[in-house]
């Protein structure tokens, strides 16, 4: 990555030898601090942009509604001085991210969401697009805080014709899928994914999300103490397979690794330690996404549980586990209360500022569970 402007360049110098991460994170925020105290202001949209897109792949993707309104503010102003708007495409682009993740952070309430989906739709409009893929998103967010409302956003959804900034079609099935599912609506939801479990649309993190979707259904089944076909168990070990494959950090999926995990869990034990060991330090490094934190701290209170109420397990930890010991020999009951603890300040946190009740639900099938 170069810059036309020698001082950037001298900050940029060893980028491209840099993997995806911390490191070139903050370089970019040093990017984006120079961009300031020049007064640059395309150069404040540009490095913020990218800081977003790293920020929101490795490491810290609440950091992208503390930095966006202000990438919004810099291109209004440039508006007003020159009568354009650098890089309009990748702002539209990160809003319309911006509006489907929103449901995984319980620090966006609703009416900063509301806000920022109310702009959003002006902005496209002006810039020539529709909402499509905003709307559905939206409903997502709905779902289990106001379905009514929730309903008639997918309406809007379902009304609004696809353009140049939809989502693609892979990823708008899993979406709509998703939302299906969460209003119970199972057969629905499984004709419209049907070209997602056939493999005849794909893309980087579809169909993996959808398998998961599918995984959660019916691990929340298993919880609630209900049946799970033998052919449903079969096809979920192949989904699981292909999943546990996705788990890279190049793109979102990572944000459902409890989602698997309770899964292991569940229906394949066996497997469950060796993915913990593999993401030994996953609360602390994704400890911003509430999403993936709480399905992670519910997935460990599950293995725990499924450990047979020893007080004491031996297992060979990474030193980056957040209980690390030596001796490889760890007190359960310890780790039992701090994972119940971060998952019961997630789902307080969601029924607080989205009335998303949720996650409480499954925090409850959780703590209930007796194999």
């Known amino acids: 990555m170069r810059d036309s402007n020698p001082e950037y360049n001298s900050l940029l110098a060893t980028i491209d030898l840099l993997p995806r991460g911390r490191q070139r994170i903050e370089i970019f925020q040093k990017c984006v601090d120079l961009a300031d105290k020049n007064k640059d202001k395309e150069r404040q ?7 977003m897109d790293e920020s929101c ?25 020159t009568g354009m708007r650098p890089y309009l495409d990748n702002i539209l682009w990160q809003y319309k991210w911006l509006i489907e993740d929103a449901r ?17 739709v002006i902005r496209f409009r002006n810039a020539g697009y529709g909402s499509r893929s905003s709307y559905l998103h939206a409903a997502r967010y709905y779902v289990y805080s106001d379905p009514a409302k929730a309903d008639e956003y997918y309406n809007l959804f379902l009304a609004t014709p696809r353009d140049g900034r939809s989502d693609c079609m892979a990823c708008e099935k899993h979406a709509e899928y998703d ?18 479990f056939e493999g005849r649309l794909r893309c980087g993190d579809v169909p ?4 998961l979707s599918f995984m959660l259904y019916y691990s929340q089944k298993k919880l609630r103490g209900e049946e799970v076909p033998e052919e449903v168990m079969r096809t979920m070990t192949i989904y699981a397979a292909l999943c546990r494959k996705a788990f890279t950090e190049k793109n979102l999926v990572i944000e459902n690794l409890g989602v698997l995990l309770t899964y292991y869990v ?36 599950l293995f725990i549980k499924y450990l047979g109420g020893r007080d004491k397990y031996m297992m060979k930890m990474e030193p980056s586990f957040r209980f690390y010991n ?43 569970f007796e194999g």
């Open 45 to 51: 949209i540009k490095y913020r942009l990218i800081l």
């Open 57 to 81: 792949l490795h490491d810290d993707g609440l950091k992208a509604y503390i930095v966006f309104p202000v990438v919004l503010k810099i291109s209004d102003e440039l508006f007003e001085e």
């Open 208 to 211: 993996p999300l959808t398998y």
């Open 104 to 120: 995984f952070f319980y620090q966006v309430k609703q009416d900063q969401f509301e806000k920022l989906l109310n702009d959003a």
């Open 266 to 301: 569940l229906f394949e034990p066996n497997k469950a330690l060796n993915l913990i060991k593999r993401f030994a330090d996953y609360t602390e490094k994704y400890q911003y996404n509430s999403y993936g934190v709480f399905y992670f701290s519910t997935g460990m209170m």
């Open 179 to 196: 939302y299906l599912l969460s209003k119970g609506r199972y057969l629905i939801a499984m004709h419209k994914a049907e070209p997602l």
């Open 326 to 368: 030596p001796d490889n020999t760890y007190d359960l009951s310890e780790m039992y209360e701090y994972y119940k603890s971060q998952a019961e300040k997630i789902a307080e946190g969601f029924i607080e500022s989205q009335n998303n009740g949720s996650f409480k639900k499954h925090l409850e099938l959780v703590t209930g």
